[in-house]
């Protein structure tokens, strides 16, 4: 039986000039991204008539490009104009993910496992994506662990990066929890399997240094400048598991859904506490321009 290609919601792709709708497509069986899986994609939001830190996200695309070999097309300015341009093709009151990608077409003359630069294609994929109520998600220690910068491509964001998320993900959910808790290489925590996370302790906020195993996320850059604006003291260090479970308040953060508490990790029940909620009032006050930025 046919798999049904089409979009889960109204979407609008850029390619090669033209707006397209539907999910147009793109690559076939010997395109290098779809077998050898040399993707990059970034991931901004619009809501409510603003789009926080899209022009970093512009810019970080094109960085994770040139990590895998790729050749930007496009310069980050000229994205963010056609991102605006594609806003402007919804009704103007669903969220929007907006989606820049890099991948491809050919492997180099004598070895097609390495990706061909000069054959890099763009696309930009808008489509409509709730935000979500902010409620808060259980955790749990993952089996699985995250690359190291030696084993995988960990300085970009790279499509390739996803499966062992996902794999991560859906580990947890069998076993009735909502995300996972990973650690890298050395056992210490790094991220969740779709957010980078925070801990705080004694009126302390605390974030896992990066060390490479994870993407240092541009939301939690900002909330981390925020945060210290206004006057948290914000430490960014090696923890473990068991720094985690004795924490008063655990919280993530990420593009998606910007910040979300946690509400249980493991065997261990947390409350939504006071510095997880002033990080996502300050969040939403510089977005929306409530507030000087901390830029």
Known sequence: MAVDTSPRSTTWTYVEGEWLTGNPPLIGPTSHAMWL?????????????????????????????????LKPVKTAEEIEALAWEGIKKFDGKTPIYIKPM????????????????????FALCLFEAPLGNNAPNSLTVSPYRRPSPETAMTDAKAGSLYPNSGRAIAEAKSRGFDNA?????????????????????????????????????????????????????????????????????IFTTGNYSKVVGISRLDGRDFQQGPVTRKALELYMD?????????S
């Open 102 to 121: 890099y991948w491809g077409e050919h492997g180099s003359a004598g070895s097609v496992v390495t990706v061909d630069g000069e054959s890099t294609r």
């Open 181 to 249: 808790l990973m650690r890298d290489m050395n056992g210490n925590v790094a991220e969740t399997a779709s957010s980078n996370i925070f801990m705080v302790k004694d009126g302390i906020v605390s974030t896992p240094i990066a060390n490479r195993t994870f993407l240092a996320g541009i939301t939690r850059a900002r909330v981390i400048g925020l945060l210290r604006k206004a006057g948290f003291e914000v430490r960014e260090m090696t923890l473990s598991v068991e720094d985690f479970m004795s924490a008063d308040e």
């Open 286 to 294: 510089w977005a929306f321009g409530r507030s000087e930025s901390d």
């Open 37 to 69: 899986a040399s993707t990059v994609f970034d991931g901004a939001r619009w809501f409510d008539g603003i789009a926080p830190d899209l022009d970093l996200h512009c810019q970080r695309v094109n960085r994770s490009a040139i990590n895998m070999g």
